[in-house]
């Protein structure tokens, strides 16, 4: 069989070729299937493009920015393989990936998606996908005006991320991250291509909707991982906060309705103002989690509201504070805030706090 990888690709060259070079590694483990490496390049300068040639894999240049729906779709359209893998260029497998999720899509799945950390250790999870749906489009609201609105709302998305993070073998779920899909072709003819209307954000999410209401199999792979360094080509991009709310816009309008997205629009126009919450800072030195009950989750969000967060689960105490891993830290812009939450192994709070990234 005939394996396609599609990287859509947005001036990292040098994150590139660490993908393919990793995935290289994991595809020559797997017999009696050939593999075939498309890179769309949404945007590089001279230099970027030389670099991109150096590397085994066929360019393709659609001559503008078609946004990353618009990426996949052209990769799509330039390949006839039965398995596809579309994926951002900041995602590094780790060996056994790329085999375990295409085991998956021969028994059976559709789409399979991996699990994803933050960091090389594998210590910080990160989230699931959020559900969507009317309800939680509410709670998500109402979760930023008040801290017991925000606590109901971080224990139902708590509940959602756990099932996952917990899962020891294949769960049936469509809460994947477009960042790395494998897909079969079948599964895209049935559902069609993304939507290119998303510049960027929600495209993954609204196509995995279209593949539930088909009954299209999806499911989340918990022995398949990888890292995702996350937010590399939109943090180049200073149209992307944008390109964001554009795209929950449209997302809403098209699987809500219309006066239900404006209802929404004007009940947060309505509301009081956003609160940001009052929460103790974390020291420099770290958190200190002696006299807590373990274990323990840590989870950690660039949200003042707490959620969706990464998170690392600790059966026992650590041997001095607990801090981010060191390549996190050093990844952040200066000046972010995060939130970090210890939780309990029933989900209860033991502790919210502020942690300001100073470098």
Same mark, same amino acid.
């Given at each position: 069989?005939?394996?396609?990888?599609?990287?859509?690709?947005?001036? @990292?060259?040098?994150?590139?070729?660490?993908? %393919?070079?990793?995935?290289?590694?994991?595809?020559?483990?797997?017999?009696?299937?050939?593999?075939?490496?498309?890179?769309?390049?949404?945007?590089?300068?001279?230099?970027?493009?030389?670099?991109?040639?150096?590397?085994?894999?066929?360019?393709?240049?659609?001559?503008?920015?078609?946004?990353?729906?618009?990426?996949?779709? =052209?990769?799509?359209?330039?390949?006839?393989?039965?398995?596809?893998?579309?994926?951002?260029?900041?995602?590094?497998?780790?060996?056994?990936?790329?085999?375990?999720?295409?085991?998956?899509?021969?028994?059976?799945?559709?789409?399979?998606?991996?699990?994803?950390?933050?960091?090389?250790?594998?210590?910080?999870?990160?989230?699931?996908?959020?559900?969507?749906?009317?309800?939680?489009?509410?709670?998500? %609201?109402?979760?930023?005006?008040?801290?017991?609105?925000?606590? =109901?709302?971080?224990?139902?998305?708590?509940?959602?991320?756990?099932?996952?993070?917990?899962?020891?073998?294949?769960?049936?779920?469509?809460?994947?991250?477009?960042?790395?899909?494998?897909?079969?072709?079948?599964?895209?003819?049935?559902?069609?291509?993304?939507?290119?209307?998303?510049?960027?954000?929600?495209?993954? @999410?609204?196509?995995?909707?279209?593949?539930? =209401?088909?009954?299209?199999?999806?499911?989340?792979?918990?022995?398949?991982?990888?890292?995702?360094?996350?937010?590399?080509?939109?943090?180049?991009?200073?149209?992307?906060?944008?390109?964001?709310?554009?795209?929950?816009? =449209?997302?809403?309008?098209?699987?809500?309705?219309?006066?239900?997205?404006?209802?929404?629009?004007?009940?947060?126009?309505?509301?009081?103002?956003?609160?940001?919450?009052?929460?103790?800072?974390?020291?420099?030195?770290? %958190?200190?989690?002696?006299?807590?009950?373990?274990?323990?989750?840590?989870?950690?969000?660039?949200?003042?509201?707490?959620?969706?967060?990464?998170?690392?689960?600790?059966?026992?105490?650590?041997?001095?504070?607990?801090?981010?891993?060191?390549?996190?830290?050093?990844?952040?812009?200066?000046? @972010? @805030?995060?939130?970090?939450?210890?939780?309990?192994?029933?989900?209860?709070?033991?502790?919210?706090?502020?942690?300001?990234?100073?470098?």
């Amino acid at each position: 069989m005939l394996l396609s990888v599609i990287l859509v690709h947005y001036h @990292t060259p040098d994150l590139a070729a660490l993908a %393919l070079a990793a995935l290289r590694a994991d595809v020559a483990e797997m017999a009696g299937l050939a593999a075939e490496w498309l890179l769309v390049d949404n945007g590089s300068d001279e230099d970027e493009r030389a670099r991109l040639a150096a590397l085994p894999v066929r360019r393709i240049d659609p001559g503008e920015n078609l946004g990353y729906a618009g990426g996949v779709n =052209r990769g799509i359209a330039a390949t006839g393989a039965e398995l596809l893998v579309v994926m951002n260029p900041d995602v590094i497998v780790f060996p056994g990936c790329l085999p375990a999720l295409i085991d998956r899509l021969q028994s059976g799945a559709a789409v399979a998606g991996p699990a994803f950390f933050w960091d090389d250790g594998r210590r910080l999870l990160l989230p699931p996908a959020e559900r969507r749906g009317r309800r939680e489009e509410v709670a998500a %609201l109402l979760a930023r005006r008040g801290e017991a609105r925000g606590t =109901r709302a971080r224990r139902r998305w708590r509940r959602h991320a756990r099932r996952h993070w917990e899962a020891r073998s294949p769960l049936p779920s469509y809460s994947l991250s477009g960042s790395l899909l494998a897909l079969t072709r079948q599964a895209w003819e049935e559902v069609g291509p993304f939507d290119a209307g998303y510049r960027l954000f929600f495209e993954e @999410t609204d196509w995995l909707l279209r593949a539930e =209401r088909r009954g299209v199999p999806s499911w989340y792979v918990p022995h398949a991982e990888a890292v995702h360094l996350y937010n590399q080509s939109a943090g180049r991009e200073p149209r992307a906060q944008g390109w964001f709310e554009e795209s929950a816009r =449209r997302f809403r309008r098209l699987h809500y309705g219309a006066p239900f997205a404006e209802a929404l629009e004007s009940l947060d126009g309505r509301l009081p103002p956003v609160q940001t919450p009052s929460l103790p800072s974390v020291p420099g030195a770290g %958190l200190d989690l002696s006299g807590l009950p373990f274990p323990l989750w840590v989870e950690v969000s660039p949200n003042p509201e707490g959620f969706p967060a990464a998170a690392e689960f600790l059966r026992e105490p650590p041997s001095g504070p607990w801090r981010l891993p060191q390549e996190v830290e050093e990844r952040l812009p200066a000046g @972010t @805030t995060l939130t970090v939450q210890v939780t309990d192994a029933a989900g209860r709070e033991l502790f919210r706090g502020r942690l300001e990234e100073e470098r």
